[in-house]
């Protein structure tokens, strides 16, 4: 009598553990992407939406509100030495492109608001800067540290990002032209 007590617990504990592998499985594959993943694959995933506070207190800043525009959303924190690095590059790619459709919108993630401001202070970008207080924004694009950079359609969809540091115009520009194209 034992030993079918002690096989029926083995069929149902095998049942159990099969029955949630298939829900894993299942459930994995109707997860959408990562942004990096889609781009690997040519594909053009829509950005996520936020409303965020600016960092200079003007307001919140919605993301919807750019629609028609090309956005190069650039996420960085104070004490991040690449983001400082490459300041100079977005700046630069700022002030050549906002009067074509343009606009840079930087995203400080992981950060104390007095030591980003100091930030703003040192490295004066002139385009507008907003704050993820509470890193939704950092997660719903996936990142994995700072710098990141994503590059944004008119109609809304990721086309290209920079998954690190980079510091050279050039290469700024060249991803900026291409938003533009699509």
Not at 25 to 32: E, G, Q, S
Not at 83 to 108: H, L, M, S, Y
Not at 142 to 164: C, M, N, W, Y
Request: aromatic content about 8%.
């Amino acid at each position: 009598m034992m030993s079918g007590l002690r096989r029926r617990v083995a069929l149902l504990g095998s049942l159990v553990v099969v029955l949630g592998f298939l829900a894993f499985v299942t459930l994995r594959a109707n997860r959408p992407a990562s942004i990096s993943v889609a781009l690997a694959r040519g594909q053009t995933p829509p950005a996520p939406g936020f409303a965020l506070p600016r960092l200079d207190a003007a307001g919140t800043l919605d993301l919807a509100s750019l629609r028609g525009r090309v956005v190069v959303l650039n996420f960085w924190a104070s004490w991040c030495v690449p983001c400082r690095d490459e300041a100079p590059a977005i700046e630069t790619t700022w002030q050549r492109f906002k009067d074509r459709g343009v606009v840079v919108v930087g995203v400080n993630v992981q950060d104390l608001v007095p030591e980003a401001l100091r930030f703003m202070r040192e490295t004066r970008p002139t385009y507008p800067n907003v704050r993820d207080r509470d890193n939704s924004v950092y997660r719903a694009y996936g990142l994995t540290g700072v710098p990141e950079t994503f590059f944004i359609s008119r109609g809304g969809a990721i086309v290209h990002k920079f998954p690190g540091v980079v510091t050279t115009p050039k290469t700024w520009a060249e991803a900026v032209e291409d938003a533009l194209a699509r």
